[in-house]
């Protein structure tokens, strides 16, 4: 039972545009969610996060939005660059159970 | 402040040996998590230890082991490998407090099971 889907497994934009990101998940008590970035046989890097009384979180230029009533949530990187090229996964977690549950990841390509 | 440290890098084994792995945290950080890397399944959580005490356990067969030692440094253990244990181990540190945290990752330790 796959609790954290990332339903596109890559997206192509083009640097200067908007790249988008999706998450949906289906365990109601996740209350903080977060959003990494991977390149291959390194370890994750957290870009961001957002906890549940929250629908949005800025940081630069990466934005979350949360969407409980939908349990979606969405990274928005504006502008995209090629350096932002990787994995970004969707993790989310339940207060006091100690472990993040991640979807299956997103392989964005930002083109020159 | 140095980050999350696993060694070794790389680690080759044949079917039915043992392997141990080694994460040494973030200084401060009080939790220590594994988790293990696959093409087919992603990231899925092992284990989690604070104060050398276990939290939380993935659904993984009792091969798997890991423990929590008095300066947070963390070890796994897998024995009788089968090929399918073939992955990148994956550890993380925090704080601990909460439990709702984000993890500081390791780069990791890629496993060949032969």
């Known amino acids: 039972d796959q609790q954290v889907k990332q339903n596109s497994p890559s997206l192509s934009v083009q640097e200067g545009r908007i790249s988008i990101l999706n998450c949906d998940y289906t365990?109601?008590?996740?209350?903080?969610f977060l959003w990494y970035k991977k390149y291959p046989a390194e370890g994750p890097t957290f870009l961001i996060s957002?906890?549940?009384?929250?629908d949005k979180n800025e940081d630069g230029r990466f934005t979350v939005f949360l969407n409980k009533s939908a349990k979606h949530l969405s990274l928005h990187i504006v502008p995209s660059q090629p350096g932002d090229s990787a994995v970004y996964f969707c993790?989310?977690?339940?207060?006091?159970?100690?472990?993040?549950?991640f979807g299956k990841g997103t392989l964005l390509t930002v083109n020159p | 402040k140095a980050g999350v440290t696993q060694t070794p890098r790389y680690l080759i084994k044949t079917r039915g040996q043992q392997v141990t792995l080694s994460c040494s945290p973030i200084?401060?950080?009080?939790?220590v998590s594994w988790y293990q890397q696959t093409p087919g399944q992603g990231l899925q959580f092992l284990f989690e230890?604070?104060?050398?005490?276990?939290?939380n356990k993935g659904n993984f067969p009792g091969r798997f082991s890991g423990r929590q030692f008095s300066n947070s440094r963390s070890e796994m253990n897998v024995s009788t490998l089968e090929l399918g244990d073939s992955a990148l181990y994956l550890c993380?540190?925090?704080?601990?407090?909460?439990?709702?945290?984000?993890?500081?990752f390791g780069s990791g330790t890629q496993l060949s099971v032969l």
């Open positions: 993380a540190s925090s704080l601990g407090g909460t439990g709702n945290e984000k993890l500081f």
């Open positions: 365990n109601s008590m996740f209350d903080y």
């Open positions: 957002i906890s549940s009384i929250k």
């Open positions: 993790a989310a977690s339940v207060r006091s159970n100690y472990k993040l549950t």
């Open positions: 200084s401060g950080h009080r939790s």
């Open positions: 230890y604070f104060s050398e005490t276990q939290r």
